[in-house]
């Protein structure tokens, strides 16, 4: 939400308290829309840690977005209201369980309100108590970018790791894996079971020499023929993005989509029927440059104008 004094906008990069996007840091969900949602958990990783410090420098590069997006026109302040509510705190963040915990809880008071999450992470992992909170009443689609199909069984003998949020919640019926397509996927792999679960239950699977034969229009065809007109969820893992710009991040597969892939791919979501998303798995420390973290929070602001366009939408059909 833009304050009423000043525009943010309008003020210098380099000013002010970082919030994502410079919107105002809310406390009071009375009337909010949309809240930007910082998540530091990376308790979940197997190698190397970092995402615990992608929401800080994610806010801090986001000072580089404005307001009207270039292609589409979409102002998503003028179109909804909007807001920082800062980080989901963590009673003990050295416990993955009771650190999911803490991410539920938060989304729930979230959802109870109406309102719709756009996150920052942190590991992948988060994903999972997200959607505890969001899709307890009713499995989700979902679009997944990443390198990685995230639907491992185990992880270092651990069930609860950046590696396996998306088979737990298809066993917790929070995901309808028959409305779920993951794309981008890439890498080797030391089991094989990572890329069988998904297609056993329905899941489809863009591999990257599909995405590079198909082109963005036809992926995103297909996407919408996937998840439908029902409610879907986007999750967004930087490591998607080829490291040769994105090197910020804990596991970097080579061979990725490029940033102008992904931003096309983003923008051809419009009118989905989204119900929150998230941005993941950017790691500071692996990039000084910072430009992983600006990709990250230009990646946000796209699904941040289709998000905005959609809710606004719904708004006036409810009033119609």
């Not at 000013?15 to 809240?35: H, K, Q, W, Y």
């Not at 986001?62 to 909804?80: F, G, Q």
């Not at 590696?163 to 995901?175: D, S, W």
């Amino acid at each position: 939400m833009i304050g009423n004094k000043h525009n943010p906008m309008n003020e210098p990069r380099y000013c002010g308290i970082p919030t994502f996007m410079r919107t105002s840091l809310v406390t009071n969900l009375d009337d909010l829309e949309i809240a930007l949602v910082g998540v530091p958990y990376d308790g979940a990783v197997e190698a190397r840690s970092g995402a615990r410090q992608g929401p800080r420098q994610i806010r801090d590069m986001s000072s580089m977005m404005r307001a009207i997006h270039h292609v589409t026109r979409i102002n998503p302040y003028e179109l909804c209201k909007i807001g920082d509510v800062g980080d989901v705190h963590f009673n003990q963040i050295f416990d993955v369980a009771a650190s999911h915990n803490d991410i539920t809880a938060f989304y729930a008071m979230l959802h109870k309100s109406g309102i719709i999450p756009l996150s920052a992470g942190g590991d992948h992992s988060i994903t999972l108590p997200i959607l505890r909170a969001i899709a307890a009443d009713h499995p989700v689609g979902l679009v997944h970018f990443d390198a990685h199909t995230d639907c491992c069984d185990e992880e270092m003998n651990s069930k609860y790791s950046h590696g396996t949020p998306f088979r737990r919640a298809v066993e917790e019926k929070l995901l309808d894996p028959k409305r779920t397509i993951q794309i981008g996927i890439r890498g080797a792999a030391n089991s094989a079971e990572c890329w069988e679960y998904g297609p056993k239950h329905g899941i489809r699977i863009i591999y990257i020499e599909e995405f590079n034969k198909l082109g963005v229009e036809e992926v995103i065809t297909e996407a919408k023929r996937v998840v439908g007109d029902g409610p879907t969820y986007v999750s967004f893992d930087i490591d998607s993005i080829d490291p040769s710009f994105a090197p910020g991040t804990g596991t970097p597969e080579v061979g990725g989509l490029t940033t102008i892939e992904a931003q096309g791919l983003i923008r051809g979501l419009r009118g989905l029927n989204i119900v929150g998303a998230d941005l993941v798995e950017v790691a500071p420390p692996f990039d000084p440059s910072g430009n992983t973290a600006l990709i990250g929070a230009t990646m946000m602001y796209e699904i941040l104008c289709i998000l905005a366009e959609k809710v606004n939408s719904n708004a006036k059909g409810n009033k119609a």
